[in-house]
């Protein structure tokens, strides 16, 4: 088997992580299976290095903070081939450029375009462990590239589909996938096996367990991919096709999204192109619009309400400052997004009665919904979140 092997910022944070690290790799190798491994900087790396330049600038040329940023990712994978080396089991390390892992000129947030695999598959054809710098790559100029956040789930998932491994393994602080947050809700469950669309749509909607850029590369690229701890040997979970599960759960997991904030626009003029004035104005100032609710226009006007990520709203308002599309406009900060997930709600009727009677009953109102094939998503008052999250968990059996 080929397996690529991608350990996080806090599975390599000391010199004591890394030689774990090392024992695990080697244990993967001693079984007989040729392996890649995709390491982040150490934990902390990075924001010491970013702190370095603000020092100097406050607005850093970007293409100076790749050069400065990829230097993290270089050293781990330095320190754990010569750890692994040391164990017994000859190792190379790589930087994105020696791994043939080429992008586009965006610096610091960079997309991979394709990967040369000869120079790994050379390595691994001697027998070497091949140990790569994540995060970053190199443009068709030669110049160094990063991805951005995530980066080194990316550079993990473009390998295993090049090389077109039979298994990609992300090793983070945290043993897989679960129902939902196991600290809002401690009955939560380890899932075995998810979809690649039901993983998309919770890592959307607020699970950090995996970035959505590497799901959606791994969808593409078709990558079996397993989350799982570095710091014990439990079984992960597994991210596949949708035809790769038996059984499908009508509900899969609950998400609670604490990033959200709702702008409502009253008085707006009732005509064609409105919203697209409204809205080409926020994208044009890359804002992340979610949700979208319009009323029925009377008089002339209709109300107007979306969401934006919570992060962005500063910015949503600099943007309305300079659109005349309504008499007023309302910002609210102080609400959530909790979202129920599942492909089983393709083929079952009465998901969403059930999600809205559960939370009537506990006296939450329902300010905004939205629906897609797979997704249920509510907008609530914020102080209702995590009550919320328990009793959707509880009303599709989920702690089962």
């Given at each position: 088997?080929?397996?690529?092997?991608?350990?996080?910022?806090?599975?390599?944070?000391?010199?004591?992580?890394?030689?774990a690290?090392?024992?695990?790799?080697?244990?993967?190798?001693k079984e007989?299976?040729?392996?890649?491994?995709?390491?982040?900087?150490m934990?902390?790396?990075t924001?010491?290095?970013?702190?370095?330049?603000?020092?100097?600038?406050?607005?850093?040329?970007q293409?100076?903070?790749d050069?400065?940023?990829?230097?993290?990712?270089?050293?781990?994978?330095?320190?754990?081939?010569?750890a692994?080396s040391?164990?017994g089991?000859?190792?190379?390390?790589?930087?994105?450029?020696?791994?043939?892992?080429r992008?586009d000129?965006?610096?610091t947030?960079?997309r991979?375009?394709?990967?040369?695999?000869?120079c790994?598959?050379?390595?691994l054809?001697?027998g070497?462990?091949?140990?790569?710098?994540?995060?970053?790559?190199?443009?068709?100029?030669?110049?160094?590239s990063?991805?951005?956040?995530?980066?080194?789930?990316?550079?993990?998932?473009?390998?295993?589909?090049?090389?077109?491994?039979?298994?990609?393994?992300?090793?983070?602080?945290?043993?897989?996938?679960?129902?939902?947050d196991?600290?809002?809700?401690p009955?939560?469950?380890?899932?075995?096996?998810?979809?690649?669309?039901?993983?998309?749509?919770?890592?959307?909607?607020?699970a950090?367990?995996?970035?959505?850029?590497?799901?959606?590369?791994?969808?593409?690229?078709?990558?079996?991919l397993?989350t799982?701890?570095?710091?014990n040997?439990?079984?992960?979970?597994?991210i596949?096709?949708?035809?790769?599960?038996?059984?499908?759960?009508?509900v899969?997991g609950?998400a609670?999204?604490?990033?959200?904030?709702?702008?409502?626009?009253?008085?707006?003029?009732?005509?064609?192109?409105?919203a697209?004035?409204?809205?080409r104005?926020?994208?044009?100032?890359?804002?992340?619009?979610?949700?979208?609710?319009?009323?029925?226009?009377?008089?002339?006007?209709?109300?107007?309400?979306?969401?934006?990520?919570?992060?962005?709203?500063?910015m949503?308002?600099?943007?309305?400052?300079n659109?005349?599309?309504?008499?007023?406009?309302?910002?609210?900060s102080d609400?959530?997004?909790?979202?129920?997930?599942?492909?089983?709600?393709?083929s079952h009727s009465?998901?969403?009665?059930?999600?809205?009677?559960?939370?009537?009953?506990?006296?939450?109102?329902?300010?905004?919904?939205s629906?897609?094939?797979?997704?249920?998503?509510?907008?609530i008052?914020?102080?209702?979140?995590e009550?919320?999250?328990?009793?959707?968990?509880?009303a599709?059996?989920?702690?089962?």
């Amino acid at each position: 088997m080929l397996v690529v092997q991608k350990y996080g910022g806090t599975s390599v944070g000391t010199l004591e992580r890394i030689e774990a690290v090392a024992k695990r790799v080697a244990k993967t190798r001693k079984e007989g299976n040729d392996v890649v491994v995709v390491v982040s900087a150490m934990s902390g790396e990075t924001n010491k290095l970013i702190s370095y330049a603000e020092h100097f600038s406050k607005s850093p040329q970007q293409r100076e903070m790749d050069m400065l940023l990829s230097s993290g990712e270089r050293v781990t994978s330095a320190l754990l081939a010569i750890a692994l080396s040391e164990l017994g089991y000859p190792a190379i390390g790589m930087t994105g450029r020696q791994a043939g892992i080429r992008t586009d000129k965006s610096h610091t947030k960079a997309r991979i375009e394709n990967i040369d695999r000869k120079c790994i598959e050379k390595k691994l054809a001697e027998g070497k462990i091949v140990v790569v710098a994540g995060f970053q790559g190199i443009t068709e100029l030669g110049e160094v590239s990063t991805l951005g956040r995530g980066g080194s789930d990316l550079s993990a998932v473009a390998i295993a589909g090049a090389l077109e491994a039979d298994l990609c393994e992300i090793y983070t602080d945290v043993d897989g996938v679960y129902t939902t947050d196991p600290r809002i809700e401690p009955k939560a469950q380890k899932l075995e096996k998810i979809s690649y669309d039901e993983m998309l749509e919770l890592a959307s909607l607020g699970a950090k367990v995996l970035q959505t850029r590497s799901v959606e590369m791994a969808k593409k690229l078709n990558v079996n991919l397993v989350t799982r701890s570095s710091f014990n040997d439990n079984e992960g979970t597994l991210i596949t096709k949708e035809e790769n599960i038996m059984e499908q759960p009508v509900v899969s997991g609950v998400a609670l999204d604490r990033n959200q904030a709702r702008v409502t626009l009253r008085g707006v003029t009732d005509k064609p192109g409105i919203a697209a004035e409204i809205f080409r104005k926020l994208a044009s100032e890359n804002i992340n619009v979610d949700m979208i609710i319009q009323n029925v226009g009377h008089d002339g006007t209709t109300n107007l309400g979306f969401t934006v990520p919570q992060n962005e709203l500063e910015m949503t308002k600099d943007a309305m400052l300079n659109l005349n599309a309504s008499q007023s406009v309302e910002y609210d900060s102080d609400i959530v997004k909790v979202s129920i997930v599942g492909v089983g709600m393709k083929s079952h009727s009465g998901v969403a009665c059930k999600a809205f009677d559960t939370l009537s009953a506990e006296g939450i109102n329902l300010e905004m919904i939205s629906t897609s094939e797979i997704k249920i998503s509510m907008v609530i008052a914020a102080k209702y979140g995590e009550l919320a999250v328990r009793a959707l968990h509880a009303a599709y059996e989920l702690d089962k």
